[in-house]
């Protein structure tokens, strides 16, 4: 355990000195160093992220101290610490739930290390604690999936739809924006019934526990699953067939993410919806990094570009996602 902590330390401080391998390839020569908390492995989505911002940073020849905090805020927090120890010129962070950083955040601003924000945002009363956040629009994932939903109750001539919901990590923002897009959109049509809502906390083996729970509660009376992620999507398939049910015909599936393993399983028939989440905030990350060390401007909120990818399109025709 020590020699496998000391291994690590020593390719940090490695990385650090040598600047990070910068070669042929780089897109400039900043010599920043980044200091970088992730939330975890929790999901194929959150591994194809850490690889992007890994590869992204090799390419624009960025220093990176990536420090895996397993889905635990403490971690996240002694991890910023070291950052700011190691004096390094931004500190970017995924924060796994949104409240209780002002203190930390608070001394990355004493020490003047500007703090980026990336996939996730934190709840504050204070200001300037973050210069932006370079994630996607949840709201508006949540509001693409309720759409879906709508679309497909009035093209099955459904009166009445009975939902139930498996969310993300209570008190982050995806769990908290996704599902308040969601709700808000179908609030107005009277024909949906939100029968419950479960922490599913973004986990394969979670989903599959939230949806035998609501088949022994409510059976063959749900007429959709709305899945705040893949992984979660990918544990509660196998229980309704379990169940003696077809999923994607006898209960419509919503997902979220867009990963590779989801997209074949809706070319399958078995998920009806997936609302694109990208993974890939990488490039964005190194050039907004790049222009905070230039002391240029940078935009507050910078969301990508998402589709929704569904049985109303030719799924055949939905290209490699990457992970
Ligand atoms: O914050 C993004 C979410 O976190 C993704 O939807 C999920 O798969 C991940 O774990």
Sequence with gaps: MFRKRLCVISLV?????TGCGKGGE????TRLVLGFS???SESAWRIGNTRDIEEQAAAYGIGLMLENANQKQEN??????RFIAYKVDAIVFSPVVEEGWDNVLLEAKDA?????????????EQEGLTTCLIGADFYKEGVMAAEYLIRKADSLGL???????ITGTEHSTPMRQRQAGFMDTIAGDPRMNVLESIDGDFLKSRGAECMRYYLQKYGDTIDIVFSHNDEMTIGALPEIEKAGLVPGRDIIIISIDGGQEAIDVLKEGKINCVVECTPK????????AIKLKNGEKVEPVIHPVEQVFSDEINVSAIAPRGY
């Design 13 to 17: 401080l490695l990385l650090v000195l």
């Design 76 to 81: 996240q927090i002694a991890a910023i610490r």
């Design 281 to 288: 905030l990488g490039k964005e990350l190194m050039e907004t």
């Design 26 to 29: 780089e897109k400039g020569d």
């Design 159 to 165: 009166e009445h739809v009975n939902i139930v919901e």
């Design 112 to 124: 003047g290390i500007p703090v980026i924000l990336v996939d996730r945002d934190i709840n504050t």
């Design 38 to 40: 992730q939330i975890g």
